[in-house]
C-alpha cells in the first residue's frame, strides 16, 4: 500500500517509464565518472562543456542541417578536442588544469556564438540539442543507453590505472604506465557521456546526477570503489524519487530529480557513516589500534 | 630483484630552467651497488639532479649513461608534497601500486603478490595496517608507506628525494634499516639528505652539490670543512644574472 | 610619464569612437518591417511604391533575435519602420536608438483590442536558462502581442499602418489607402473563409495542444482551444504531473491533435502524442512566414494553411 504512489505513475504512463530507465542509465555511467572529476578537482568541467561544445553543435548544424545527430555528433568533437588540447596545454606546460580549460572553454564559447550568429540567428540550436527528461524518446534512450554501458565498460578495464593516475601520476609515468592517455582517455569518457546525457536528459540533469551524487559519496565510503558504488546508488534513488515528486506534487522533473539528488548529498553530511557533522560529534570507544 | 644494477655515469650535465642552470657540468658515476647521499645547500639542484638520473627532467647538455637500464627500472620516491593524502584509497592499495611492473592493466593480484605486500607493510613496520585508509595514518606512517610500496617494486636502482625530512627519530631509524636492507641485496641507492650527521652514520658514499659538483667520492673525504666552506661560497656567489657559461666540456 | 600619455590617448581614441557616427543618406522609399508577416502587410499596402524589408526574415524567431551590425544599418537609411508593439520586439527600441533611424515610426498594433498574456512565459522547455546572450526571457508584459494571428485584427493593423505611411507621405497616400482598402477586402474574404472550415466540426471538438502561445487570438477569433503542453505553470520545464494531467485529458476528451512548434520542446510534445494517442499535426506558423517555396510565403497563405493543418488534424 506504501509502495503505491511510489509505482503507480511508472505504470500508468510510458513516458515515466521512459523518463525512468533514461535516468537510469545516466545514473549508471554519469556518476562513476564524477567521483573521479571530484578526485582529479575537475567538478566544474561539465558546467564548462555544457557551454564549450557549441561551436561544434553550430558547425553540424550548419553542415547537416537540423537534425539531432548532425549536432550531437558535432558538439561531441567539439567537445573532445576542447578537453583534449586542455588536457595537453596542462600536462604539456605549466598552465593549470582547470585554468587550461578555462581558457579553451571560453573560447570556444565565443566562437560558438559568432558561428550561431553567421548562420540561421534565430534558431536556439542548444534548445533544439538538448533534451529533457519527460522528453526521453527510444531514440535518445538508445544513445544514452549505449554510451552508459561503454562508459561501464571502459571504466571496468581502465580501473587500475586511473585511480593509480589520479592519486600519483608521476608514479605511474615513472613506472612506464602511460600517464597523460589514461587522463585523455577518461576526459573523452566524460565528454561522451555528458554530450549523451545533455541530448536525452538536458544539462542541469546531466551535470547534476554526475556530480552531486560524486561529492556526496565521500560520507558513505572511504575507497574510491566505495564512493563510486554509493553515487550510483545516490543517483538511482534521487532520479525515482526527483521522478515520484516531480508526478505528485507538479514540481518540474529536471530539478526534482537534481533536488532530490542534493537532499542526499546533505543528509549525507549530516549525518553519513564517514566524516560527517555528526559522526564528528559522537565519539565511539576506539579500536585497539 | 628483476636485474643487477648497472654503473650510472654522468657526463659533464647540466640541467637548465629557462636558460638558468639548475646544476651544471656534474660528472661522476654511481657505482652498481653503491649507497650515496647527496647533500648540499638550499637550491643547489640536489631535486633537479635526481629527476634527471631517474628521468623526469631532460639532460639540456651532457649525458646519462645509466648501463642498459630503463628509467622504469628505477624506483623513485619524490618529495612528500604533491601526494594528496586525503584519497580515499587503503595503504594496502597504495603498496601493491609497486607491483605494477609486473601486473599491469589487467593481470589479476593473486595471492602471492598479496602476501608480499602484507611482508612489505610488515618490514617497515606497519603490519596489520593494510584496510586502513590513508587519511588516518601519520606522515611518518606515510612515509613507511611509499617504502614499503619500493619494496615492492624490486627495482635495481632506488632513488630517494629527502625521505627524512619532517619524519621522526623512530620512523627515520627503522626506514634506515630498509635502506641498508636494499645495500645489502646490491641494489643502487641514491638518497637527497639534509642531516650530514646521518649521512657520516649511514651513508659510506656522499656527492656534494651546490650546483656543480664540489666533491664526490667517500663520506669522510667529501664531507670535509673547506668544501663545506666552497660549498656555501658557491651558494653565496650564484648571480641573478650570468653571462653564458664559457666553461669547457 | 609614459604611462599617462598613454592613457590620455586611449581616453580621446575612446571618446572618438563613441561619438556619432556621421549621417548617411535616407532613402526615401525604404520601410523595414520588424519581422516578416508586417513586412508581407507592408508589401500589399504599398508594394509598388515602397522597398519593404524586414529585420527579422522568414522563418527566424522574433522571440531570441539578437540584431546585428547590417540591421543597424538598414535602419538607418530608412524612411519607415513599422513595428508590432505590445511587447512583442523587446529589442527593437534600442536598435532604433543605436542605429539613429530619423524616419518615422509605426506601430501597427495601435488602438486595437488585446487579450491579456497567458501567465508570461511561454517557454521553450530547456533545461536552466541557457543565455549564450540570446535574451530567451519569453514574458511580453501583460498583453498578448500576437494580435495578427486574427485576421479581423490584421485588417485593423493593415489600416493602421496604410494611415501611418499616409500621414508622412502625402504624395503617395492615396495610394496607399487604395492598397490598404483592397487587402482588406481579401481579409475579409479570408475570414469568412476560415469561419466556413471550422464550420464542419462540432465546438466542443475543437480543440488541439501546441506549445506557442501564439494563437489566442485565431482561437477567441474562431471558437478553438489552444492547450499548452506546459499547463499553467510559468515553469520553464514541466512536471510529471502536468503532463500526466495533459495525457489524460487528450485522452478523456479525445482531442485529436497536437501541433509540434519547431525549437519548442517538440520531444516532450512526442511522447505527450505517443502515449494519448492524438494526432501531430503538421508545422503551424505562429510569427513568421515561411521562405518564398514553403507553404506560407505571405499571411493569407499562412492563415489557409494553419487553418487546413488544424481542420485536418481535427477532422481525422
Known amino acids: 500500500?506504501?509502495?503505491?504512489?511510489?509505482?503507480?505513475?511508472?505504470?500508468?504512463?510510458?513516458?515515466?517509464?521512459?523518463?525512468?530507465?533514461?535516468?537510469?542509465?545516466?545514473?549508471?555511467?554519469?556518476?562513476?565518472?564524477?567521483?573521479?572529476?571530484?578526485?582529479?578537482?575537475?567538478?566544474?568541467?561539465?558546467?564548462?562543456?555544457?557551454?564549450?561544445?557549441?561551436?561544434?553543435?553550430?558547425?553540424?548544424?550548419?553542415?547537416?542541417?537540423?537534425?539531432?545527430?548532425?549536432?550531437?555528433?558535432?558538439?561531441?568533437?567539439?567537445?573532445?578536442?576542447?578537453?583534449?588540447?586542455?588536457?595537453?596545454?596542462?600536462?604539456?606546460?605549466?598552465?593549470?588544469?582547470?585554468?587550461?580549460?578555462?581558457?579553451?572553454?571560453?573560447?570556444?564559447?565565443?566562437?560558438?556564438?559568432?558561428?550561431?550568429?553567421?548562420?540561421?540567428?534565430?534558431?536556439?540550436?542548444?534548445?533544439?540539442?538538448?533534451?529533457?527528461?519527460?522528453?526521453?524518446?527510444?531514440?535518445?534512450?538508445?544513445?544514452?543507453?549505449?554510451?552508459?554501458?561503454?562508459?561501464?565498460?571502459?571504466?571496468?578495464?581502465?580501473?587500475?590505472?586511473?585511480?593509480?593516475?589520479?592519486?600519483?601520476?608521476?608514479?605511474?609515468?615513472?613506472?612506464?604506465?602511460?600517464?597523460?592517455?589514461?587522463?585523455?582517455?577518461?576526459?573523452?569518457?566524460?565528454?561522451?557521456?555528458?554530450?549523451?546525457?545533455?541530448?536525452?536528459?538536458?544539462?542541469?540533469?546531466?551535470?547534476?546526477?554526475?556530480?552531486?551524487?560524486?561529492?556526496?559519496?565521500?560520507?558513505?565510503?572511504?575507497?574510491?570503489?566505495?564512493?563510486?558504488?554509493?553515487?550510483?546508488?545516490?543517483?538511482?534513488?534521487?532520479?525515482?524519487?526527483?521522478?515520484?515528486?516531480?508526478?505528485?506534487?507538479?514540481?518540474?522533473?529536471?530539478?526534482?530529480?537534481?533536488?532530490?539528488?542534493?537532499?542526499?548529498?546533505?543528509?549525507?553530511?549530516?549525518?553519513?557513516?564517514?566524516?560527517?557533522?555528526?559522526?564528528?560529534?559522537?565519539s565511539r570507544p576506539h579500536l585497539a589500534g | 630483484m628483476r636485474r643487477a644494477p648497472s654503473p650510472i655515469t654522468l657526463a659533464n650535465v647540466t640541467v637548465a630552467y629557462d636558460r638558468q642552470p639548475a646544476v651544471h657540468h656534474v660528472s661522476g658515476t654511481f657505482r652498481p651497488g653503491s649507497l650515496t647521499a647527496i647533500v648540499g645547500p638550499n637550491g643547489a639542484g640536489k631535486t633537479t639532479l635526481v629527476k634527471a638520473i631517474t628521468g623526469a627532467a631532460r639532460v639540456d647538455e651532457g649525458r646519462i649513461d645509466r648501463g642498459g637500464l630503463a628509467p622504469s627500472d628505477i624506483a623513485y620516491l619524490p618529495q612528500q608534497a604533491v601526494l594528496d593524502r586525503s584519497f580515499p584509497i587503503s595503504c594496502l592499495d597504495v603498496v601493491l601500486m609497486g607491483h605494477w611492473r609486473r601486473v599491469g592493466l589487467f593481470r589479476r593480484i593473486g595471492p602471492t603478490l598479496l602476501r608480499e605486500a602484507e611482508e612489505a607493510l610488515e618490514a617497515v613496520g606497519l603490519g596489520g595496517f593494510g584496510d586502513r585508509p590513508i587519511a588516518t595514518v601519520s606522515a611518518g606512517q606515510f612515509q613507511r608507506l611509499l617504502f614499503a610500496r619500493i619494496l615492492l617494486e624490486d627495482c635495481p636502482v632506488v632513488v630517494l628525494d629527502e625521505p627524512f625530512t619532517a619524519i621522526d627519530a623512530k620512523t627515520t631509524a627503522d626506514l634506515l634499516g630498509v635502506v641498508s636492507r636494499w645495500h645489502g641485496e646490491g641494489r643502487t641507492v641514491i638518497a637527497v639528505l639534509h642531516d650530514h650527521d646521518l649521512v657520516r652514520a649511514h651513508f659510506p658514499n656522499t656527492l656534494l652539490v651546490a650546483r656543480e659538483a664540489i666533491a664526490w667520492g667517500s663520506t669522510p673525504e667529501v664531507l670535509t670543512a673547506s668544501n663545506a666552506l666552497r660549498a656555501r661560497q658557491m651558494a653565496e656567489a650564484w648571480a641573478e644574472s650570468a653571462a653564458v657559461c664559457a666553461r669547457a666540456a | 610619464m609614459f604611462r599617462r600619455r598613454t592613457l590620455l590617448a586611449s581616453t580621446l581614441a575612446a571618446a572618438a569612437l563613441a561619438a556619432p557616427r556621421a549621417a548617411c543618406a535616407l532613402d526615401p522609399r525604404l520601410a523595414v518591417a520588424s519581422f516578416s508577416i508586417?513586412?508581407?502587410?507592408?508589401?500589399?499596402?504599398?508594394?509598388?511604391?515602397?522597398?519593404?524589408?524586414?529585420?527579422?526574415?522568414?522563418?527566424?524567431?522574433?522571440?531570441?533575435?539578437?540584431?546585428?551590425?547590417?540591421?543597424?544599418?538598414?535602419?538607418?537609411?530608412?524612411?519607415?519602420?513599422?513595428?508590432?508593439?505590445?511587447?512583442?520586439?523587446?529589442?527593437?527600441?534600442?536598435?532604433?536608438?543605436?542605429?539613429?533611424?530619423?524616419?518615422?515610426?509605426?506601430?501597427?498594433?495601435?488602438?486595437?483590442?488585446?487579450?491579456?498574456?497567458?501567465?508570461?512565459?511561454?517557454?521553450?522547455?530547456?533545461?536552466?536558462?541557457?543565455g549564450h546572450g540570446h535574451g530567451h526571457s519569453h514574458s511580453h508584459g501583460e498583453h498578448d502581442p500576437h494580435i495578427w494571428q486574427d485576421p479581423r485584427r490584421a485588417q485593423a493593423m493593415v489600416r493602421n499602418i496604410a494611415e501611418g505611411l499616409a500621414a508622412a507621405d502625402q504624395e503617395a497616400a492615396e495610394a496607399y489607402r487604395t492598397g490598404a482598402a483592397r487587402y482588406v477586402a481579401q481579409l475579409q474574404e479570408l475570414d469568412a473563409w476560415v469561419e466556413a472550415q471550422f464550420a464542419a466540426i462540432p465546438r466542443a471538438r475543437r480543440r488541439v495542444v501546441t506549445s506557442h502561445d501564439a494563437f489566442a487570438y485565431y482561437g477567441a477569433r474562431y471558437g478553438i482551444d489552444f492547450l499548452s503542453p506546459q499547463g499553467i505553470s510559468t515553469s520553464a520545464e514541466p512536471s510529471a504531473q502536468q503532463i500526466a494531467r495533459l495525457v489524460q485529458q487528450i485522452r478523456r476528451e479525445r482531442i485529436g491533435a497536437i501541433f509540434i512548434e519547431a525549437g519548442a520542446s517538440p520531444r516532450v510534445l512526442e511522447q505527450v502524442a505517443a502515449e494519448s494517442g492524438a494526432r501531430i499535426g503538421g508545422k503551424l506558423y505562429a510569427d513568421a512566414l515561411s521562405r518564398p517555396d514553403g507553404p506560407a510565403p505571405t499571411y493569407i497563405a499562412l492563415i489557409r494553411h494553419n487553418t487546413r493543418a488544424i481542420v485536418e488534424a481535427l477532422a481525422g
Open chain 1, 1 to 282: 500500500m506504501l509502495f503505491e504512489p511510489l509505482i503507480s505513475p511508472f505504470i500508468e504512463f510510458a513516458f515515466m517509464r521512459r523518463a525512468l530507465v533514461g535516468c537510469l542509465a545516466l545514473s549508471l555511467a554519469a556518476p562513476p565518472l564524477g567521483v573521479f572529476l571530484v578526485l582529479r578537482r575537475l567538478s566544474l568541467i561539465g558546467d564548462a562543456l555544457g557551454h564549450a561544445i557549441l561551436p561544434g553543435v553550430a558547425l553540424g548544424a550548419t553542415l547537416g542541417g537540423l537534425s539531432l545527430a548532425a549536432m550531437s555528433a558535432g558538439g561531441l568533437v567539439a567537445g573532445l578536442a576542447i578537453v583534449l588540447l586542455a588536457g595537453l596545454a596542462a600536462r604539456g606546460t605549466g598552465l593549470r588544469e582547470d585554468a587550461s580549460l578555462a581558457g579553451f572553454y571560453l573560447v570556444a564559447l565565443a566562437l560558438g556564438v559568432v558561428i550561431v550568429s553567421a548562420g540561421s540567428p534565430g534558431v536556439d540550436l542548444m534548445d533544439l540539442l538538448f533534451g529533457a527528461v519527460l522528453g526521453v524518446d527510444d531514440g535518445a534512450l538508445l544513445f544514452i543507453a549505449s554510451v552508459a554501458t561503454l562508459t561501464l565498460v571502459s571504466l571496468a578495464l581502465m580501473w587500475r590505472p586511473l585511480v593509480v593516475e589520479t592519486f600519483d601520476p608521476g608514479f605511474l609515468r615513472h613506472a612506464g604506465g602511460g600517464g597523460v592517455a589514461w587522463h585523455l582517455m577518461f576526459l573523452a569518457l566524460v565528454v561522451l557521456t555528458l554530450v549523451a546525457a545533455f541530448h536525452a536528459l538536458g544539462t542541469l540533469m546531466a551535470v547534476g546526477l554526475m556530480m552531486l551524487p560524486a561529492t556526496g559519496a565521500r560520507f558513505w565510503s572511504a575507497t574510491v570503489g566505495g564512493q563510486v558504488v554509493a553515487a550510483v546508488m545516490m543517483a538511482m534513488v534521487a532520479s525515482v524519487l526527483g521522478l515520484v515528486v516531480s508526478f505528485h506534487a507538479d514540481v518540474p522533473s529536471g530539478p526534482a530529480i537534481v533536488l532530490a539528488a542534493g537532499a542526499l548529498w546533505v543528509a549525507g553530511l549530516l549525518a553519513g557513516p564517514r566524516g560527517s557533522l555528526l559522526r564528528q560529534r559522537i
Open chain 3, 38 to 130: 508586417l513586412a508581407d502587410f507592408l508589401r500589399e499596402i504599398g508594394g509598388s511604391i515602397l522597398e519593404v524589408d524586414s529585420i527579422v526574415g522568414p522563418e527566424m524567431d522574433a522571440h531570441g533575435f539578437q540584431p546585428a551590425p547590417t540591421d543597424a544599418q538598414k535602419l538607418a537609411r530608412a524612411r519607415f519602420v513599422v513595428i508590432n508593439g505590445l511587447g512583442f520586439e523587446g529589442w527593437m527600441p534600442r536598435l532604433i536608438r543605436a542605429s539613429g533611424f530619423r524616419g518615422r515610426e509605426i506601430v501597427a498594433s495601435r488602438g486595437i483590442a488585446t487579450l491579456k498574456a497567458k501567465d508570461h512565459g511561454h517557454s521553450h522547455g530547456h533545461g536552466h536558462g541557457h
